[in-house]
C-alpha cells in the first residue's frame, strides 16, 4: 500500500518557523513530484509548493514563495517543507501530496495532477 505521513504541525506564533515532513512508502519516490498544499478551514485546497521530478524544480505560490522552502532526500523517501515567517493567514490543514513523473508550472498546483495524499497535519498561526 502507499502510504504519505506528514508530520511536523502545531501551534506557532506569528513570525515562528516549522518544517513539515513527509514520509512515503509503497512508491518509486524517485520518479515522484511531491507537492504541500495546504487548506484552510472554509476554503479550497490550495498549492503552496511542488519540487518535481527527476531535476527538482522547485515551484511556489505567491502568497508562500521567500518564505517557504521545500527539499527533498531521495534516500529517505521523504519530502520536507521548511516554513518560516509565519503569518496568521498561513494556518490551516497542510497535505502532502504526491504525483508520477514531471509536473510543471502550469499544472503543479492543480490538485487533480496528484495520486496520492496524506492525511495532512494542522498548523495554527497565533497572534
Known amino acids: 500500500d502507499v502510504q504519505l505521513v506528514e508530520s511536523g504541525g502545531g501551534l506557532v506564533e506569528v513570525g515562528g518557523s516549522l518544517r513539515l515532513s513527509c514520509v512515503t512508502s509503497?512508491?518509486?519516490?524517485?520518479?515522484?513530484?511531491m507537492a504541500w498544499f495546504r487548506q484552510a478551514p472554509g476554503k479550497e485546497r490550495e498549492g503552496a509548493s511542488c519540487?518535481?521530478?527527476?531535476?527538482?524544480?522547485?515551484y511556489y505560490s505567491d502568497s508562500v514563495k521567500g518564505r517557504f522552502t521545500i527539499s527533498r532526500d531521495n534516500a529517505k523517501n521523504s519530502s520536507y517543507l521548511q516554513l518560516n515567517r509565519l503569518k496568521t493567514e498561513d494556518t490551516g490543514v497542510y497535505f502532502c501530496a504526491a504525483a508520477w513523473g514531471r509536473v510543471g508550472q502550469i499544472n503543479w498546483f492543480s490538485p487533480p495532477e496528484y495520486d496520492y495524499w496524506g492525511q495532512g497535519t494542522q498548523i495554527t498561526v497565533s497572534s
Open positions: 519540487i518535481s521530478a527527476p531535476d527538482g524544480t522547485t
Open positions: 509503497g512508491i518509486t519516490f524517485d520518479d515522484y513530484s
